[in-house]
Nanobody
Framework: QVQLVESGGDLVQPGGSLRLSCAAS????????MSWYRQTPGKQREPLAHITSGGMTNYADSVKGRFTISRDNTKNMVYLQMNSLKPEDTAVYLCYSGFRGYWGQGTQVTVSS
């Protein structure tokens, strides 16, 4: 049974930082690319960052230079380090697996003073 469980979402002030985590299980994690998306009400899910099985990364322009995706294949974890957060980063953040397109349930990030 494949599971993706996100954590780390919180309320943070503008300019602050958060690290999101996604714990994966039920598939051979190291073989697949992983991604982070975000979603706000009434909008489509926005792809933010992708990391290949080999560790190559790419980012959406909206987060490039502020967010960093990483993975730990020994722990079956993928992370999203988010710095210089802005109010427009407020969303539910979701983890996505390249293995059969599984999604996590999401974690809420709210950026507000």
């Amino acid at each position: 049974q494949v599971q993706l469980v996100e954590s780390g979402g919180d309320l943070v002030q503008p300019g602050g930082s958060l690290r999101l985590s996604c714990a994966a299980s039920g598939f051979t994690f190291s073989r697949y690319g992983m991604s982070w998306y975000r979603q706000t009400p009434g909008k489509q899910r926005e792809p933010l960052a992708h990391i290949t099985s080999g560790g190559m990364t790419n980012y959406a322009d909206s987060v490039k230079g502020r967010f960093t995706i990483s993975r730990d294949n020994t722990k079956n974890m993928v992370y999203l380090q988010m710095n210089s957060l802005k109010p427009e980063d407020t969303a539910v953040y979701l983890c996505y697996s390249g293995f059969r397109g599984y999604w996590g349930q999401g974690t809420q990030v709210t950026v507000s003073s």
